[in-house]
């Protein structure tokens, strides 16, 4: 459906950066580094139209940089899904989704020359967390003032 090698050559041409925090910045999407469970590396959230990204400040700069290409992927490639902040509701990314922003994280580091193309494998395939745990995390995390 995608031609995802495409969006991220095209995405990095127009923006003219392959550092994930620059194009979040120049994207209009706000970062932030949260003290996250250890399984959970991050997500993207949408609130009242403001896109937002959290990462676990637990990890090392290099697992922040995959996993925020990750979610960038979710951001460019699925704008419509994600966890929005309803109490009711709370959606879970179903698996063709996590392999495309995976397939997106991979083909936008690939522009860059600092990141082991083993060690993008290994964080990318690592396991995801359940859907529930990460609705409570929401739940908490949007209570807190930022």
Do not use: W
């Not at 969006?7 to 120049?26: G, W």
């Not at 995976?102 to 967390?129: C, G, M, V, W």
């Amino acid at each position: 459906m995608f031609n995802i090698p495409v969006r991220v050559k095209h995405l990095i041409n127009k923006y003219d950066t392959c550092n994930p925090y620059e194009l979040a910045k120049d994207l209009g999407i706000f970062v932030y580094e949260y003290d996250l469970p250890p399984e959970l590396r991050g997500f993207f959230v949408r609130v009242l139209r403001r896109k937002m990204i959290f990462l676990n400040k637990s990890m090392t700069e290099i697992e922040k940089t995959i996993v925020l290409c990750h979610e960038l992927g979710h951001v460019r490639l699925h704008a419509g899904y994600g966890y929005y902040l309803e109490a009711s509701t709370s959606y879970y990314v179903p698996c063709k989704r996590e392999a495309e922003a995976n397939l997106f994280a991979t083909h936008f580091l690939s522009y860059r020359h600092d990141i082991d193309a083993k060690l993008i494998q290994r964080i990318i395939s690592e396991k995801r967390p359940a859907p529930k745990m990460v609705h409570m995390i929401l739940n908490d995390i949007m209570t807190c003032e930022f």
